[in-house]
Protein backbone atom coordinates (compact mmCIF):
# COMPACT_ATOMS: atom_id res chain seq x y z
CA UNK A 1 0.00 0.00 0.00
CA UNK A 2 2.97 2.33 0.94
CA UNK A 3 4.63 1.59 -2.35
CA UNK A 4 1.78 2.54 -4.34
CA UNK A 5 1.57 5.36 -2.64
CA UNK A 6 4.97 6.91 -3.78
CA UNK A 7 4.40 5.63 -7.32
CA UNK A 8 1.34 7.52 -7.60
CA UNK A 9 3.40 10.70 -6.08
CA UNK A 10 6.33 10.67 -8.41
CA UNK A 11 3.40 9.82 -11.05
CA UNK A 12 2.11 13.44 -10.47
CA UNK A 13 5.65 15.03 -9.73
CA UNK A 14 6.78 13.72 -13.60
CA UNK A 15 3.15 15.22 -14.97
CA UNK A 16 4.30 18.34 -13.06
CA UNK A 17 7.07 18.64 -14.21
CA UNK A 18 6.36 17.57 -18.23
CA UNK A 19 3.58 21.00 -17.76
CA UNK A 20 6.70 22.99 -16.36
CA UNK A 21 8.62 21.97 -19.35
CA UNK A 22 5.54 22.41 -21.70
CA UNK A 23 5.13 26.15 -20.17
CA UNK A 24 8.32 27.18 -20.57
CA UNK A 25 8.77 29.83 -23.61
CA UNK A 26 10.37 28.04 -26.70
CA UNK A 27 13.88 29.69 -28.58
CA UNK A 28 11.67 31.19 -30.88
CA UNK A 29 13.36 34.53 -30.58
CA UNK A 30 10.31 35.99 -28.76
CA UNK A 31 10.95 38.33 -25.58
CA UNK A 32 11.07 36.08 -22.55
CA UNK A 33 9.96 37.48 -19.24
CA UNK A 34 13.11 37.24 -16.79
CA UNK A 35 10.90 37.14 -13.69
CA UNK A 36 8.78 34.21 -15.45
CA UNK A 37 11.91 32.40 -16.35
CA UNK A 38 13.08 32.48 -12.48
CA UNK A 39 10.06 30.98 -11.51
CA UNK A 40 10.37 28.59 -13.82
CA UNK A 41 14.05 27.66 -12.57
CA UNK A 42 13.07 27.75 -8.66
CA UNK A 43 10.54 25.28 -9.74
CA UNK A 44 12.64 22.95 -11.46
CA UNK A 45 14.98 23.01 -8.80
CA UNK A 46 12.58 22.25 -5.85
CA UNK A 47 11.29 19.38 -7.81
CA UNK A 48 14.43 18.11 -8.59
CA UNK A 49 14.86 18.00 -4.72
CA UNK A 50 11.66 16.42 -4.12
CA UNK A 51 12.96 13.66 -6.35
CA UNK A 52 15.37 12.93 -4.36
CA UNK A 53 14.48 13.02 -1.01
CA UNK A 54 11.51 10.30 -2.30
CA UNK A 55 14.26 8.10 -4.00
CA UNK A 56 16.43 8.75 -0.45
CA UNK A 57 13.05 7.38 1.20
CA UNK A 58 12.43 4.39 -1.35
CA UNK A 59 15.82 3.65 -0.69
CA UNK A 60 15.70 3.48 3.29
CA UNK A 61 12.56 1.51 2.98
CA UNK A 62 14.32 -1.01 0.25
CA UNK A 63 16.91 -1.68 2.91
Given at each position: ????????????????????????P??????????????H??????????I????????????
Amino acid sequence: MENERVILAIGRIERALSRIEAAKPRETGAQSDPALEKRHATLKDEMEQAIKTIDGLIAREER
